[in-house]
T-cell receptor, first 111, second 111 residues
Framework: DAGVIQSPRHEVTEMGQEVTLRCKPI?????LFWYRQTMMRGLELLIY????????DSGMPEDRFSAKMPNASFSTLKIQPSEPRDSAVYFC?????????FGPGTRLTVL | KQEVTQIPAALSVPEGENLVLNCSFT??????LQWFRQDPGKGLTSLLL?????REQTSGRLNASLDKSSGRSTLYIAASQPGDSATYLC??????????FGTGTRLKVLA
């Protein structure tokens, strides 16, 4: 298996623009997680899905953030409009059972 | 609210030393605890997963222990090597599938 796939790996955008991050989980995994990592706050859970259904989105910082999982093999995290404080590395992870497997992350820079 | 702390924040040791990384959590009602390794600019790699009913897990030179009642886990690395240099994170799952991560220990093993 190729592992968790994220795209793009790097994204540079200007404040106010819409940003869409993409994730393909490991086939057969029924949980998908979106995390954000910054130097100041460490690794924070934003939202997670079980069988494509959002279970807990309490970590989503603002209404500017939204996540979808239209099918078992694809998820998106959208920020609209983006702000400089959204600059971070965004990770997607998937799990079947107890162990999480992380993707390589998307480094987002908002100018 | 579960809080996870890792001490020390950074550690530098000569090659060959045995070392211990610490992880503390405030709520002992956990489901499991997972140790990860993160290399600079990369995603997280799972090292060891300890279920709440277990006391320890071993993989090669790594041994992780869990003491739920005291809210502590340790990661023991035997005969450290320069290739072990990375940031080590622990994550605690409490009931739901929500994982809370510690702030990490940045390890440097000197050749």
């Amino acid at each position: 298996d190729a592992g968790v796939i994220q795209s793009p790996r790097h994204e540079v955008t200007e404040m106010g623009q819409e940003v869409t991050l993409r994730c393909k989980p490991i086939s057969g995994h029924d949980y998908l997680f979106w995390y954000r990592q910054t130097m100041m706050r460490g690794l924070e859970l934003l939202i997670y899905f079980n069988n494509n259904v959002p279970i807990d989105d309490s970590g989503m910082p603002e209404d500017r953030f939204s996540a979808k999982m239209p099918n078992a093999s694809f998820s998106t995290l959208k920020i609209q409009p983006s702000e400089p404080r959204d600059s971070a590395v965004y990770f997607c992870a998937s799990a079947e059972g107890n162990e999480q497997f992380f993707g390589p992350g998307t480094r987002l820079t908002v100018l | 609210k579960q809080e996870v702390t890792q001490i020390p924040a950074a550690l530098s040791v000569p090659e060959g030393e045995n070392l211990v990384l610490n992880c503390s959590f405030t709520d002992s009602a956990i489901y499991n605890l997972q140790w990860f390794r993160q290399d600079p600019g990369k995603g997280l790699t799972s090292l060891l997963l300890i279920q709440s009913s277990q006391r320890e897990q071993t993989s090669g030179r790594l041994n992780a222990s869990l003491d739920k009642s005291s809210g502590r886990s340790t990661l023991y690395i035997a005969a450290s090597q320069p290739g072990d240099s990375a940031t080590y994170l622990c994550a605690v799952r409490s009931g739901t599938y929500k994982y809370i991560f510690g702030t990490g220990t940045r390890l440097k093993v000197l050749a």
